[in-house]
């Protein structure tokens, strides 16, 4: 089936540094990629969408200049967090859908842990 | 009110029980219906991939969609332990590569 390779799987990084996040569409192109944010006990929160070759989507109180998003091509997408701060520990997700109307598929998720 | 709501739970189960997970939505435009397992610092699993109004069975697990209603189950035959997780519901429109709507999530504990 189709596969999302997400890495790290868990990363611990000093307040201030940046952390890039990497998924990989294994079997398949994704045009298309969603990253989400995960609390614990809680469910999935979209941050953004980013699509092959142009700008990705923030949703609503995401910032954009913390949270970099980057689709260069139709196999990565990268999620990089700048200026890490502690509050942005947490849980994050990436998604694709491997075909127009199929179900979407999730990468394993990254432990994000800012000291 | 949300638009997709789902008994947050904690379910629990003995081994080999029915389990029936269930959420409603409020959006008509909801064409795709999904039911994800996801076990604890893991990504979603997807177990169900749904579109028409009915029931798709997939082995032990059955997906019932009514959308005249509004409402998608989840039904899980001869539970397992390894079945414990958290289930989520999820949906979207008809447009392509549309974004996901997720509910709470229902934690499930089978127990021996």
């Known amino acids: 089936g189709a596969v999302v390779s997400q890495h790290p799987s868990r990363v611990i990084c000093k307040s201030g540094t940046s952390v890039k996040i990497e998924c990989r569409s294994l079997d398949f192109q994704a045009t298309t990629m969603f990253w989400y944010r995960q609390f614990p006990k809680k469910s999935l929160m979209l941050m953004a969408t980013s699509n092959e070759g142009s700008k990705a989507t923030y949703e609503q109180g995401v910032e954009k200049d913390k949270f970099l998003i980057n689709h260069a091509s139709l196999t990565l997408s990268t999620l990089t967090v700048t200026s890490a701060h502690p509050e942005d520990s947490s849980f994050y997700i990436c998604s694709a859908p491997p075909r127009q109307g199929d179900g979407y598929t999730f990468g394993s998720g990254t432990r994000l842990t800012v000291v | 009110q949300k638009e997709v709501e789902q008994d947050p739970g904690p379910l629990s189960v003995p081994e080999g029980a029915i389990v029936s997970l269930n959420c409603t939505y409020s959006?008509?435009?909801?064409?795709?219906f999904m039911w994800y397992r996801q076990y604890s610092r893991k990504g979603p699993e997807l177990l169900m991939y749904?579109?028409?109004?009915g029931n798709k069975e997939d082995g032990r697990f059955t997906a019932q969609v009514d959308k005249s209603s509004k409402y998608i189950s989840l039904f899980i035959r001869d539970s397992q332990p390894s079945d414990s997780a958290t289930y989520l519901c999820a949906m979207r429109g008809a447009g392509t590569a549309s974004k996901l709507t997720f509910g709470t999530g229902t934690r499930l504990q089978v127990t021996l």
């Open positions: 959006n008509s435009a909801f064409q795709y």
């Open positions: 749904t579109y028409s109004s």
